[in-house]
């Protein structure tokens, strides 16, 4: 089973740019989420899709950051534009979605650095 | 008051000691218990899943959850230098679409 799959691996960029992260969930799951981890924080949900709806983004910045998950399957988040503080890594999971099921899978992450 | 609070470390142990990393929460709603590891640049991978109170052993690996004290461990025997990583715990209310909330990892260093 192929693993959640993320691109590209890192970014550097100048604040006030636009960059944008595509994520590739295991085949067959239902939910999506995108997780930003600082350095030496836990990872932090951003925004979880449930196919194509947004179940929660409550703690996505919405003046500048943006995501979307087109079909059910495929997820991409984009920053524009991009803060210093927005330097971390940006971690795409997925699960099956079912009750009783709170195993995520997730993917190498996209490392950001913003200069 | 974070909802999850987890000691960061570094915790640098030997090979083959009794590792133990601990989780304490302030959400009584909090049900589902995990811990996940994950190696540098890496994603974290699950490697214990607990509901409710109670303890759950898998090889060298336990996990104890007390809700009375919103307390949870980690037990890690005769620990090797491949368990070298960051430990996260991790909690939810519930399945299938509840938020679940990370610590914030702590970094274990096994010396061979």
């Known amino acids: 089973e192929a693993g959640v799959a993320q691109s590209p691996r890192y970014k550097i960029i100048e604040k006030r740019q636009s960059v944008a992260f595509w994520c590739n969930p295991i085949?067959?799951?239902?939910?999506l989420y995108w997780y930003q981890q600082i350095l030496g924080q836990g990872p932090k949900l951003l925004i979880q899709?449930?196919?194509?709806?947004?179940?929660?983004d409550s703690q996505l910045p919405k003046d500048r950051f943006s995501a979307e998950r087109l079909k059910g399957v495929d997820s991409t988040l984009k920053i524009q534009p991009a803060k210093l503080e927005d330097s971390a890594v940006y971690l795409c999971?997925?699960?099956?979605?079912?009750?009783?099921?709170?195993?995520?899978?997730f993917g190498p992450g996209t490392r950001l650095t913003v200069l | 008051q974070k909802e999850v609070e987890q000691d960061p470390g570094p915790l640098s142990v030997p090979e083959g000691a009794i590792v133990s990393l601990n989780c304490t929460y302030s959400?009584?709603?909090?049900?589902?218990f995990m811990w996940y590891r994950q190696y540098s640049r890496k994603g974290p991978e699950l490697l214990m899943y607990t509901y409710s109170s109670g303890n759950k052993e898998d090889g060298r690996f336990t996990a104890q959850v007390d809700k009375s004290s919103k307390y949870i461990s980690l037990f890690i025997r005769d620990s090797q230098p491949s368990d070298s990583a960051t430990y996260l715990c991790a909690m939810s209310a519930g399945t299938g679409g509840f938020k679940t909330i990370f610590g914030a990892g702590t970094r274990l260093f096994v010396k061979a």
């Open positions: 085949s067959g799951h239902a939910t």
């Open positions: 959400n009584s709603a909090f049900q589902y």
């Open positions: 999971a997925s699960s099956a979605g079912q009750a009783g099921d709170n195993e995520q899978f």
């Open positions: 899709f449930q196919n194509n709806g947004v179940v929660d």
